[in-house]
Nanobody, 120 residues
Framework: QVQLVESGGGLVQPGGSLKLSCAAS????????MGWYRQAPGNQRELVAA???????TYADSVKGRFTISRDNAKNTMYLQMNSLKLEDTAVYYC??????????????WGQGTQVTVSS
């Protein structure tokens, strides 16, 4: 099992910045691909950014140039630096850890979520 705990959410004005953290425990953190997802009321959960166990990153088009995902394996922690925040960034942000140890099996673990509200 992997336990994930998000922190760093809160209320911020448009154009502001926020840094989210996801602390992992209970397994070998470095073996997992990690990602940040978000879900706004009435919307599907969407991938915001991901970082693989090897350090490769991907971003949703909506956040490219504004958000930066990173991981510190020594601290078992993943981060999401969010700059130039927009109203549409408002959502609950979830930390995800996943791996495919064999071809027919995928494991997914989720944090409890942290609320990010962008409002003037």
């Amino acid at each position: 099992q992997v336990q994930l705990v998000e922190s760093g959410g809160g209320l911020v004005q448009p154009g502001g910045s926020l840094k989210l953290s996801c602390a992992a425990s209970g397994s070998i953190f470095s073996l997992y691909d990690m990602g940040w997802y978000r879900q706004a009321p009435g919307n599907q959960r969407e991938l915001v950014a991901a970082v693989t166990s090897g350090g490769m990153t991907t971003y949703a088009d909506s956040v490219k140039g504004r958000f930066t995902i990173s991981r510190d394996n020594a601290k078992n922690t993943m981060y999401l630096q969010m700059n130039s925040l927009k109203l549409e960034d408002t959502a609950v942000y979830y930390c995800n850890a996943n791996r495919r140890p064999v071809l027919d099996r995928r494991y997914d673990y989720w944090g409890q979520g942290t609320q990010v509200t962008v409002s003037s």
